[in-house]
């Protein structure tokens, strides 16, 4: 099939790679190594944060690849949009392509635009090209070559749109590298054209989606504010693939694509139940979202498996893994839908990701010890008389999803002490006691807040996390690093880790 998703990856993979003399290295693992500051790798620049930094030397200077990217938590988290619009998930690959201070703006736009129009033939018509306008507060000013740089290659001057920091500068974190971006934007609404356009047949989709981010990494942001420039300037690019191979299959939705639609006719075959029919709205909505929410997860559950985290030291993978289950039970009527969506998802991606393959025994496995613990909990906590009482009291408590946080009974019975003293607010540190010592994620403490008419101090609770990282990301950052093919030392609560640079792996590995 001339277009499926493993055709398309590869077109994307040649282009940099035969055609444009790039090197190949492979998707890192979805747990972020040695970055204390992520829970999961959520973009493709992760594994090349060190030479960003200036830390760590590139081994080579033009490299592109997949990354199995994961976005459920911190600055980018799309979990609870998942399943209700058609573009987001919560596991998705990367494509991209890097510079470490070769190239630059002009060529990152001019193989962009090469690829998307000779390659995958999507007529210009249907791009749109975002540039930075400047922001007066960070002294910065236009990325007016950027503009120029597209009016040359050829892109319409209304085609070209400037947009502000929110939208076109990219930071990695508070300090650190960063500089100005260009997104290439794509017009859906050809194919999908109906006598219904902009009415509900819109709804969950968006006509005009983002399928590629180019950041010119060519700034640094100081730990006091100021924006300085880099002497060296690095090209960091994402595309979505999933994305991309929607709009060259003629679909609107990612989920009409061969990437999920086996996972669909798969729970179908199981289940008997009515077929997926791609609705974001009317009689259909409801079951076709779980069908989404679950193929989706699917995909990051196999995927998280496969790279060896455990549901047990993962409370955000586990809870996904546990909302699966109760959408299998709910709406599927089958006690773990997982045990059949993930071979297929192995099936789809295993050539890409062969740890699908591998890992698949383990996997299932796994699955099937959580799913009997998790009924197991079910039970225990269903005769807890503390639970009890409490939802007795607060009705309103069985809206949170508790089962999957087992210390809440404690923490609510601590928040109610605090609560008796007038509170209307829940303080940064109230916040963060919910979350440390009984593993109430911040997502729930809102939600907590909203049954009981209180406030959180949602930004003091986050300077207070970044804080935290950020001792011990020192830490980690505070030694002398590094030369290639050397050991990294590094000072982590008073024990001294040595990490080495294996090149098989492209990566720094404890010392054995
Ligand atoms: P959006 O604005 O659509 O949320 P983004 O600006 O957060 O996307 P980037 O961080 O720029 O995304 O990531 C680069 C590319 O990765 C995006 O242009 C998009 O194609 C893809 N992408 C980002 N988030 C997702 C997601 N949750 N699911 C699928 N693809 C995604
Ligand atoms: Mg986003
Ligand atoms: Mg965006
Ligand atoms: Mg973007």
Known sequence: NHNSSDVIRKQFLDFFIKDNQH??????????????????????????????????????KKVANTQKCIRVGGKHNDLSIVGSDSYHHTFFEMLGNWSFGEYFKKE????????LTDVYKIRAERLYVTYFNGNDEN??????????????IGVKKDRIIGFDMKDNFWEMGKCGPCGPCTEIHIDHLPSYETKNRGHDVNIGKSDLTEIWNIVFIQNHRRNDGEIENLSEKFIDTGMGLERLVAFLQGKSSNYDTDLFLPIFKKIEKITHCSPYTGSFSGNDFKRDTSYRILADHSRMIAICLADGMFPE??????RILRKCINISVKHFGHQNLLVETIPTVANILGDTFPELHQKLFNTLDILKYEEEYFQSLKENL??????KEIINHNPKLNDLDLLDYPGFLNAYQDFNRYKKSNKKEISAEMALKLHSTYGLDIDLIEKLAEIE????????YEDQMEKMKNILFERVDGEKVIKLNESILSTKNDLKYEYVYDNSKHMFCTKS
Request: glycine letters at 4%; a neutral charge; charged letters at 20%.
């Open 23 to 60: 090197e190949f290295v492979k998707s890192s693992s979805v747990i972020p190594f040695c970055d204390k500051t992520l829970s999961f790798t959520n973009a493709g620049m992760n594994q090349f944060k060190n030479i960003f930094l200036g830390y760590q030397l590139p081994v080579y």
């Open 108 to 115: 990152a736009c001019e193989m962009a635009w090469k690829l």
């Open 139 to 152: 002294n910065l000013s236009p990325d007016l070559e950027c503009r120029d740089i597209w009016l040359n």
């Open 313 to 318: 030291q993962n409370q955000k993978l586990r």
């Open 382 to 387: 269903s005769l807890s008389k503390g639970m």
């Open 453 to 460: 008419h209180m406030t959180v101090d949602i930004d003091g």
